[in-house]
């Protein structure tokens, strides 16, 4: 019952234009010295109802809040306010605050993979103007020839798609690809992403890192290999080892002189062997990054606070890894020169640290960091449930633990083991079925499908339409 007075609670405030605004959270005080743009908050779906989304402006005031269907949306906060999925590999999804949609689309240009090479597509990186840059990358099967990579540029509603520029890569195990955009959106940032190398990787350096601006694709500002980066490009951070690979402290490089400043690392009583996560504070006058000890079976990871006026470093915060609780394992970035947050989309709930106090503070929700280039949300759909869109197939209706059923058009439809048409038929439902629904939703190869269980007991994925149609519609 909780979860059906959640979303009918959700669903009256949508109808009558008030969202879901203020559920979830307080405003928190802000210091001086922020990002002018709207801050971005996320709260993963849960037994009380799907996942929100939050915009809040310089005082941590709610100005608009999103229910969504889907919990993958917790990749990037940048880009005009527009977050992308990470769904599969074929596949772009996009929330538009603009239009309140989530649309997922299917990448056209990505061909098929062959026993000689595969074709990867990347993670989007949306511009301050909600615009897409992603790559689709060639790579031989045998690594043995360097990547072939176009990267290309979408409008959010993937209606306009060119190509803005083509690079091979520097060695076979990397593809090229873009991963963020400066502050103002004029310039995008490449970096060389391994492909094949797993392992237990705790933070992640970008490697050759390149700045071109989108009005000259063929300018290019070497950056090299960076742990983190200032808006405007000017400068960059990373983290420094001596030669047993043992954490020294960081390096920040002034991007136009090449000259760097080495900040060491505060005793910790212990060794880190690996280090990342590096965010410049909104002014430029701070940094904060995370170290680790680098051992999955007895983990610990602090995060160092440094101050670049004075030279000073130190711990702000220290947290003990446990087999299920990686909660404050990343910086999610400040909300001030003061607040820096910490915790990650897939945890819980942020902490907020004051770097000058040591106060340590929990809050509901986690901090995706800023939406580039919005200081309002004058042109925002109204808050509430968000709708789903499956490049061409109907808007969804459905949601995660709602109930539906079969629609009498339907027929008979099938029930599979997995979501794709590849996958086994494990039964048959018929019109009128009825089912609650699971997990979702996954849109593959331009078809929405949903997790169900009907209430025969038969669990197992089904369509929910294509673009012949819808097949499954809301109980009522």
Not at 100 to 128: C, N
Not at 336 to 354: F, H
Not at 436 to 455: A, N
């Given at each position: 019952?909780?979860?059906?007075?959640?979303?009918?609670?959700?669903?009256?405030?949508?109808?009558?234009?008030?969202?879901?605004?203020?559920?979830?959270?307080?405003?928190?005080?802000r210091a001086q010295g922020r990002a002018p743009?709207?801050?971005?908050?996320?709260?993963?779906?849960?037994?009380?109802?799907?996942?929100?989304?939050?915009?809040?402006?310089?005082?941590?005031?709610?100005?608009?809040?999103?229910?969504?269907?889907?919990?993958?949306i917790v990749e990037f906060a940048q880009g005009?306010g527009y977050l992308v999925t990470d769904d599969?590999?074929?596949?772009?999804?996009?929330?538009?605050?603009?239009?309140?949609?989530?649309?997922?689309?299917?990448?056209?240009?990505?061909?098929?993979?062959?026993?000689?090479?595969?074709?990867?597509?990347?993670?989007?990186?949306?511009?301050?103007?909600?615009?897409?840059?992603?790559?689709?990358?060639?790579?031989?099967?045998?690594?043995?020839?360097?990547?072939?990579?176009?990267?290309?540029?979408?409008?959010?509603?993937?209606?306009?798609?060119?190509?803005?520029?083509?690079?091979?890569?520097?060695?076979?195990?990397?593809?090229?690809?873009?991963?963020?955009?400066?502050?103002?959106?004029?310039?995008?940032?490449?970096?060389?992403?391994?492909?094949?190398?797993?392992?237990?990787?705790?933070?992640?350096?970008?490697?050759?890192?390149?700045?071109?601006?989108?009005?000259?694709?063929?300018?290019?500002?070497?950056?090299?290999?960076?742990?983190?980066?200032?808006?405007?490009?000017?400068?960059?951070?990373?983290?420094?080892?001596?030669?047993?690979?043992?954490?020294?402290?960081?390096?920040?490089?002034?991007?136009?002189?090449?000259?760097?400043?080495?900040?060491?690392?505060?005793?910790?009583?212990?060794?880190?062997?690996?280090?990342?996560?590096?965010?410049?504070?909104?002014?430029?006058?701070?940094?904060?990054?995370?170290?680790?000890?680098?051992?999955?079976?007895?983990?610990?990871?602090?995060?160092?606070?440094?101050?670049?006026?004075?030279?000073?470093?130190?711990?702000?915060?220290?947290?003990?890894?446990?087999?299920?609780?990686?909660?404050?394992?990343?910086?999610?970035?400040?909300?001030?020169?003061?607040?820096?947050?910490?915790?990650?989309?897939?945890?819980?709930?942020?902490?907020?640290?004051?770097?000058?106090?040591?106060?340590?503070?929990?809050?509901?929700?986690?901090?995706?960091?800023?939406?580039?280039?919005?200081?309002?949300?004058?042109?925002?759909?109204?808050?509430?449930?968000?709708?789903?869109?499956?490049?061409?197939?109907?808007?969804?209706?459905?949601?995660?633990?709602?109930?539906?059923?079969?629609?009498?058009?339907?027929?008979?439809?099938?029930?599979?083991?997995?979501?794709?048409?590849?996958?086994?038929?494990?039964?048959?439902?018929?019109?009128?079925?009825?089912?609650?629904?699971?997990?979702?939703?996954?849109?593959?190869?331009?078809?929405?499908?949903?997790?169900?269980?009907?209430?025969?007991?038969?669990?197992?994925?089904?369509?929910?339409?294509?673009?012949?149609?819808?097949?499954?519609?809301?109980?009522?």
């Amino acid at each position: 019952m909780k979860q059906w007075r959640w979303l009918v609670y959700a669903l009256i405030m949508a109808a009558m234009g008030l969202g879901t605004v203020g559920v979830h959270s307080a405003p928190v005080a802000r210091a001086q010295g922020r990002a002018p743009w709207l801050e971005v908050w996320y709260f993963p779906a849960d037994d009380l109802g799907p996942a929100l989304v939050e915009y809040r402006d310089a005082a941590g005031t709610v100005l608009a809040s999103y229910a969504l269907a889907s919990n993958n949306i917790v990749e990037f906060a940048q880009g005009g306010g527009y977050l992308v999925t990470d769904d599969n590999l074929n596949t772009i999804g996009v929330f538009d605050p603009r239009m309140g949609l989530l649309r997922y689309y299917q990448v056209v240009d990505k061909p098929e993979d062959t026993d000689a090479e595969f074709y990867v597509l990347s993670h989007p990186a949306p511009a301050p103007n909600g615009d897409l840059a992603y790559a689709i990358s060639r790579v031989s099967s045998q690594f043995d020839v360097p990547s072939y990579n176009s990267i290309y540029y979408a409008d959010p509603a993937y209606q306009q798609v060119r190509t803005i520029y083509e690079l091979e890569s520097a060695e076979p195990w990397y593809t090229v690809t873009p991963f963020a955009w400066s502050g103002d959106g004029s310039t995008l940032l490449l970096h060389n992403q391994p492909q094949g190398i797993g392992g237990y990787i705790l933070f992640w350096t970008y490697q050759g890192v390149q700045a071109r601006p989108l009005a000259n694709m063929e300018q290019v500002t070497w950056l090299g290999d960076l742990d983190g980066f200032a808006d405007d490009l000017s400068r960059t951070a990373l983290v420094a080892y001596d030669d047993q690979y043992v954490v020294q402290g960081i390096n920040v490089i002034d991007v136009a002189s090449g000259a760097q400043t080495f900040y060491p690392l505060p005793a910790l009583g212990e060794t880190a062997y690996t280090g990342g996560n590096a965010h410049f504070s909104p002014s430029g006058t701070r940094l904060a990054y995370q170290v680790a000890r680098e051992n999955a079976e007895n983990e610990k990871f602090w995060t160092i606070g440094v101050d670049l006026t004075n030279g000073q470093s130190q711990v702000v915060f220290a947290q003990e890894f446990t087999e299920d609780d990686w909660d404050y394992a990343y910086v999610a970035g400040w909300l001030d020169d003061a607040t820096l947050v910490i915790g990650g989309p897939w945890a819980g709930p942020s902490r907020l640290v004051n770097v000058e106090t040591g106060a340590v503070t929990e809050v509901p929700g986690v901090f995706l960091g800023y939406a580039q280039g919005v200081s309002d949300v004058s042109d925002f759909a109204p808050p509430g449930m968000v709708p789903v869109q499956c490049d061409t197939s109907p808007v969804s209706g459905l949601a995660p633990q709602v109930r539906g059923r079969v629609m009498d058009q339907a027929g008979m439809v099938n029930v599979y083991s997995w979501a794709s048409y590849d996958s086994e038929v494990v039964a048959q439902a018929q019109s009128g079925a009825a089912f609650t629904v699971l997990d979702g939703p996954q849109c593959i190869d331009s078809t929405l499908w949903w997790s169900v269980r009907f209430d025969n007991g038969v669990e197992g994925y089904v369509i929910e339409g294509n673009y012949q149609g819808r097949y499954l519609e809301p109980l009522q």
